[in-house]
């Protein structure tokens, strides 16, 4: 007993040590996760040197992997930026008759946040709402938040975002699984969270326009942005591509040479390769940029991801070290006897970090080190119902600890309750509605 007491006290504590490090002292995330697995590596009673390797054995294992996913991402992302092909997809949208514009702003989240990192997402995006709002004389409240609602949900589950992509390969999912399923609960997640849950209001929900800093923010022209074809082509295939990877591992014997050329060309590394390249002719040579300014671009977008190739390193470091002191193994045994759900672990873990700590890939990521050794104790349970399961958990509680909460406070001339009121509120109820969406899989897949 006192054995578990001192491991459950220890992991709680390094949590603490976090959550007081990033929210108390302002220390970044990355050195917070570091110091957090020097504390674990010294009460687990690990060697100086066993220490040093566990954490350098996780930040390249994690790394090794990602970082090259992350950096074509964010070329492909900035290509989508700077040619409008976002702009376009919303445009379209618009001119459906069928579709009201609340939902469309979560079709517009869905589709253009799967190459897009949530906060870019956001500052891209929000114009759209803002033309939206002047032309219908709709509150700004009824077209942000489903928007920011969706490209949270598809930032936490869906890859080839970061820190879905990393507990995808940390707990053996399939990637092609969790790419469908995702965008699945995520469409329900953020339709429920979003325009269902701010129609409860009514006429009560609060006026909003656009603010006064903002006025001048507007669309470009949509005879200078790409086609729909183009757009949607570009956006999709590296998803297209993964996907072909599983129907392979799905219905082909492995061996032959298509299977095996199928396997290469579906790896997220090679289809985020052939995708990059594919945006670097299709929304830039074809709209007579040239390779000066795509080369200008493209360092441009790979400096702002220092940030989180160092918070994933860092937390790559953590999952070594709780791996390497053997509190992983110890860890799973003592959740084990909780008489708890792991589906439930898993969302519950996530949804706390996120609030904790304000960032869904740091909560995505320390949930995986936490819940990731019980998959050896569910042998039943598919590696992709824990994934979904740690992303339905980090869309939940946006509130002032992380940036988003005050990015849309900003943008939408929100007050603090008004914030918490639509916006924490819809995040938190699409964390619920994945929740539930993910145990009604679990009893298919």
């Not at 390779?291 to 190739?309: Q, R, V, Y």
């Not at 898993?346 to 609030?355: D, G, N, T």
């Not at 050896?376 to 002032?400: E, H, K």
């Amino acid at each position: 007993m006192e054995s578990q007491l001192w491991i459950i006290g220890t992991l709680l504590s390094s949590i603490l040590l976090i959550v007081i490090s990033i929210v108390k002292f302002k220390l970044h995330p990355f050195l917070a996760l570091l110091l957090a697995s020097f504390f674990v590596g010294g009460m687990m009673g690990m060697a100086p040197l066993e220490m040093i390797k566990a954490m350098e054995s996780g930040i390249g294992g994690t790394l090794g992997f990602l970082a090259i996913v992350i950096g074509l991402g964010t070329i492909l992302g900035k290509m989508m930026e700077i040619s409008g092909a976002a702009e376009r997809i919303g445009i379209t949208l618009l001119k459906s008759r069928y579709l009201s514009p609340d939902v469309i702003m979560v079709l517009v989240g869905l589709i253009c946040g799967i190459t897009l990192f949530v906060e870019v997402g956001v500052v891209l995006l929000i114009p759209l709402a803002f033309s939206i709002a002047r032309k219908t004389n709709t509150s700004l409240l009824k077209l942000a938040i489903p928007l920011c609602t969706a490209l949270m949900a598809v930032h936490c589950i869906v890859p080839p975002h970061p820190a879905a992509l990393f507990v995808t390969n940390a707990l053996g999912a399939d990637v092609g699984s969790v790419i469908i399923w995702g965008l699945l609960i995520g469409l329900v997640a953020s339709l429920i969270g979003g325009p269902l849950f701010l129609k409860l209001f009514g006429d009560k929900l609060p006026h909003l326009c656009v603010p006064a800093e903002f006025s001048e923010v507007s669309t470009r022209k949509e005879s200078e942005l790409p086609s729909l074809g183009t757009t949607l082509f570009t956006i999709l295939l590296p998803i297209i591509l993964m996907l072909v990877k599983t129907v392979a591992e799905l219905y082909m014997e492995p061996g032959s040479a298509l299977y095996t050329t199928l396997e290469f060309i579906g790896n997220p590394i090679t289809a985020m390769f052939i995708a990059a390249f594919v945006a670097y002719y299709l929304l830039g040579l074809r709209n007579k940029m040239t390779m000066g300014t795509l080369l200008t671009k493209t360092e441009d977008c790979f400096a702002s991801i220092a940030n989180i190739l160092l918070i994933i390193g860092a937390g790559g470091a953590f999952n070594g070290v709780l791996s390497g002191s053997g509190m992983g193994d110890s860890l799973a045994q003592i959740l084990a006897n909780l008489d708890m759900h792991p589906v439930l672990l898993a969302w519950l873990v996530a949804i706390i970090l996120h609030a904790a700590v304000g960032s869904a890939t740091v909560a995505m990521m320390g949930a995986t080190a936490i819940v990731s050794p019980l998959l050896v104790l569910y042998p039943d349970l598919n590696p992709v119902i824990v994934t979904l399961a740690i992303g339905s958990g980090a869309i939940g509680c946006t509130i002032v600890t992380d940036s988003l909460f005050w990015l849309v406070k900003q943008y939408t001339g929100a007050t603090m309750k008004q914030t918490f009121m639509y916006y924490t509120t819809a995040t938190f109820i699409a964390s619920l509605v994945a929740l539930a969406a993910t145990f009604a899989l679990s009893y298919v897949i």
